[in-house]
């Protein structure tokens, strides 16, 4: 199978693959869950004794779903429309000017302030209004 426009979009469609790496990974543990404890399942297939290993159903299914969820991701990454997608999407993400260190420092300061003034307002509005209904209400 050729992959499709070679070279474009290395970083994306690797990204991509990656994630149904992990996808993967959460679903084969996932997968484990769905054997009910009596099954025959549970029951061990061999044993490597020497190294004291021992493979059960459990293994080779959790092993056959993260392999398909692999499998789909590279077979998803080389589609064609996907493919695109990924390969204009990292084109984007390239054009984009990506703040300062600086500047992330100074506008991180400035939220972490005004969000102090907010909740202080907040609060002193609540205070102020909990006392005017409660002076009401008697």
Request: proline share 1%.
């Amino acid at each position: 199978m050729e992959v499709f426009r070679k070279g474009q979009g290395k970083i994306a469609r690797v990204s991509a693959i990656a994630f149904m790496c992990l996808i993967g990974i959460l679903l084969a543990g996932w997968s484990v869950t769905l054997i009910p404890e009596e099954s025959t399942l549970k029951d061990r297939l061999f044993g490597l004794d020497f190294v004291g290993i021992s493979v059960s159903w459990e293994h080779i299914i959790s092993a056959a779903v993260f392999c398909i969820c692999v499998l789909a991701g590279l077979l998803l990454a080389n589609t064609p429309k996907v493919a695109i997608f990924l390969i204009d999407t990292e084109t984007e993400v390239k054009k984009v000017s990506w703040s300062t260190y600086k500047e992330l420092m100074g506008s991180t300061g400035v939220v972490i302030v005004a969000s102090f003034f907010v909740a202080l307002f907040v609060g002193i509005a609540d205070l102020v209004i909990s006392k005017l209904i409660h002076l009401l209400i008697r």
